[in-house]
């Protein structure tokens, strides 16, 4: 999933620019200039790029100058998160991931991928609270409930998995991986 943010059409190409880092301080009226928003914006669409043709190094390097010029921006941590996690690098999409909770407590998408992470590394408590978190913040995030109720079946909860397959159908009535759980449950859909 990428962040808010991720523009649509042609990517941006990437230009040799020279590094100058510039950090905004919004709450002291402070605004980046345009000409570095628009670095970073390149940055990000190269980066976007590369990560939808799996070349997860390019895109973290662009990502990571991204970061370089804007260290407050959600959406070049969350997209990094997303490359390294695509790479396997688990911890470092998590730390990622995290960041971008840091910089906005309210981004479902970050406890959803965060929560995906844990799960990979078996820590099916952490993966269950990043995945209601993600739920609260957007009730109809219909992933976060098959992945929640995945992670309760894992734990043994049948009765909850139930619950979050049969939710994940509410939202999604075509959703088949919700169906298949619930037939594998024993349940009907």
Not at 66 to 74: E, M, S, T, V
Not at 92 to 110: H, Q, S
Not at 122 to 127: F, L, T
Request: glycine share 6%; hydrophobic share 35%.
């Amino acid at each position: 999933m990428s962040w808010p943010g991720r523009t649509k059409g042609t990517p941006a190409t990437s230009q040799q620019m020279p590094t100058v880092k510039v950090v905004a301080n919004p709450s002291k009226g402070d605004r980046m200039p345009e000409s570095v928003q628009e670095r970073v914006r390149t940055h990000l669409d190269h980066g976007w790029a590369c990560l939808d043709k799996g070349k997860y190094d390019d895109a973290i390097a662009d990502f990571d100058k991204a970061i370089a010029l804007d260290p407050n921006d959600a959406a070049a941590y969350g997209n990094r998160g997303n490359a390294y996690y695509s790479k396997g690098e688990v911890d470092r999409a998590i730390a990622d991931y995290t960041k971008v909770i840091a910089l906005n407590p309210n981004d479902a998408k970050a406890y959803y991928n965060r929560g995906n992470a844990y799960d990979d590394k078996g820590e099916v408590d952490r993966a269950i609270a990043d995945y209601t978190k993600a739920i609260a913040l957007d009730p109809k995030l219909v992933q976060a409930y098959y992945n929640r109720g995945f992670a309760y079946k894992k734990k043994g909860d049948k009765e909850q998995a139930i619950a979050d397959f049969h939710k994940a159908l509410e939202i999604n009535p075509s959703d088949q991986d919700a169906k298949d759980q619930l037939k594998r449950l024993g349940v009907t859909p």
